[in-house]
């Protein structure tokens, strides 16, 4: 109590609050009950002692009674009371009389809101044990919330274990990671970049056009072009690359792709891309005919039952059917939102487009090898990274400041190895210096390595003739 000399007294908070009528046991003396109808089973019974004993009610405890009385711990002790609000008769001593329940709906009993219910609230915090929920920022891809100042740093990539790496973004890619002529490269983090991306408000589109032409082989005086294709956008937060791959996505449903016989993998002819250097996006056409991806390298896309689609594989032909002809799809962008996020005008890329004469000649495009289109302006859609410029002083080892003794041993030992390779390989031959690289045997194979020692064989003659025999040996200690 002395600590709290001459200062304000500290506010009483009443953890109760608001509660219905409770009543608390009390101390109270028994006496003699008159009763004249007794049972023969209460014969000879002796009564209860006339001494003071803990009762909740019994009787009319109204009147006053200085030997009628409570105590200040039962009020105190969780459970010290009993909730009596359905009570008839108010016998005992009723604390609190206030029935009066709050304004606010949500706290009353019986509520199921859990976003407005005070007790599922509480569980809810309770129940947690310390873990947290994970919450997410879809513009980043990204966690709201941090428990410690390293999880709030490796969200940023900004540790330095994640600084380590070399990721090239800008410059020239042919130079070391840290010497001088690198101080114009600019590098990526090494984790996942959770920048903003840009967000479309609502739905969009775009078009592609294909190979097929309506008409191909009646046409009837009037000039046919290729067939366009949608690509809807729905709303939402993109990168370039993920517009790429619903770009992707259309095509494959379209199965307007071919695959790679070695690889067995899809190869696309249109594509959406960003260019780090110009910080552009292009958008890329790939110049096609049969001796590109010629028949020996490439096949057409398959359907759900295995078997080949070839709705659109006689359009890289001309109309009589004798000749291979060059064509290269494009894109169609209108003024909508989509234009704005790539950051082209409205117009078809490129401006040559695929179609047929009236009489059915091919329309020329007039183009040689692979299109690339960059935007006009700076688009929305842009490559997400956090840069950095990577500039460690010790750049052979990789490491900003000195390495260990053993890190040094190991390069030297790797040098050693590398600067010999080239030496034997200048007074050798290639076969030599890579037979003498680093991670293989240290002598240098030989013809009779590769093709092993031959059996034994023991020339034999008869006495009875001149033949020779040869006989194989039959030990295996004699084969050595």
């Not at 609000?85 to 604390?95: M, Q, Y």
């Not at 199921?112 to 920022?137: H, Y």
């Not at 169609?332 to 009489?359: E, M, Q, R, V």
């Amino acid at each position: 109590m002395s600590a709290r000399l001459n200062m304000k007294k500290i506010r009483e908070f009443s953890w109760k609050d608001k509660t219905f009528t409770e009543i608390t046991s009390l101390l109270k003396k028994n006496n003699t009950t008159i009763n004249t109808n007794f049972s023969k089973n209460s014969y000879f019974i002796p009564r209860p002692l006339k001494i003071y004993r803990r009762e909740v009610v019994v009787g009319n405890s109204n009147n006053c009674n200085l030997k009628t009385s409570s105590l200040i711990r039962d009020f105190d002790m969780p459970g010290g009371t009993i909730v009596n609000s359905k009570a008839s008769s108010l016998n005992g001593l009723t604390n609190t009389l206030d029935i009066n329940l709050t304004e606010n709906k949500y706290e009353r009993p019986g509520t199921s809101t859990v976003c407005f219910s005070q007790a599922d609230n509480a569980r809810r915090r309770v129940r947690s044990g310390g873990m947290i929920k994970r919450q997410f920022d879809i513009t980043k891809n990204n966690d709201t919330y941090h428990t410690s100042t390293n999880q709030y740093l490796v969200s940023r990539n900004r540790t330095f274990q994640q600084n380590q790496y070399n990721y090239i973004k800008q410059g020239n890619a042919n130079v070391k990671p840290g010497d001088a002529l690198s101080k114009q490269n600019v590098y990526s983090a090494n984790g996942i970049n959770h920048c903003s991306k840009y967000y479309i408000p609502s739905a969009t589109s775009f078009e592609y056009q294909w190979f097929d032409i309506p008409n191909y082989y009646n046409p009837d005086g009037v000039n046919q072009y290729g067939t366009y294709y949608p690509v809807n956008i729905p709303a939402g937060y993109y990168t370039v690359e993920e517009v790429n791959a619903i770009f992707q996505q259309v095509m494959t449903n379209n199965f307007h792709y071919f695959i790679e016989r070695s690889t067995n993998t899809k190869v696309f002819l249109l594509a959406i891309a960003y260019n780090n250097t110009t910080q552009l996006v292009e958008l890329q056409s790939v110049e096609t005919n049969y001796n590109i991806f010629n028949s020996t390298r490439y096949s057409l896309p398959l359907n759900n039952i295995n078997i080949e689609v070839t709705t659109w594989k006689d359009f890289l032909k001309d109309t009589s059917q004798e000749s291979d002809i060059t064509n290269w799809p494009g894109f169609k962008i209108t003024a909508n939102l989509f234009s704005a996020a790539i950051g082209f005008a409205a117009g078809n890329y490129p401006s040559n487009i695929i179609g047929i004469t009236g009489i059915g000649d091919q329309m020329s495009q007039g183009y040689t090898g692979n299109l690339t289109f960059s935007s006009s302006y700076k688009p929305g859609l842009i490559s997400l990274y956090i840069p950095i410029y990577y500039k460690p002083n010790n750049p052979q080892f990789a490491q900003q400041g000195a390495v260990s003794a053993s890190s040094h041993t190991s390069r030297s030992r790797y040098n050693s190895i590398t600067n010999n390779t080239i030496k034997y390989q200048q007074a050798y031959g290639l076969s030599v210096a890579n037979a003498l690289a680093y991670g293989v045997p240290e002598g240098g194979y030989t013809y009779k390595d590769k093709l092993g020692y031959p059996l034994k064989k023991t020339p034999v003659f008869s006495k009875y003739s001149d033949t020779m025999r040869t006989c194989t040996t039959t030990k295996i200690s004699n084969m050595i």
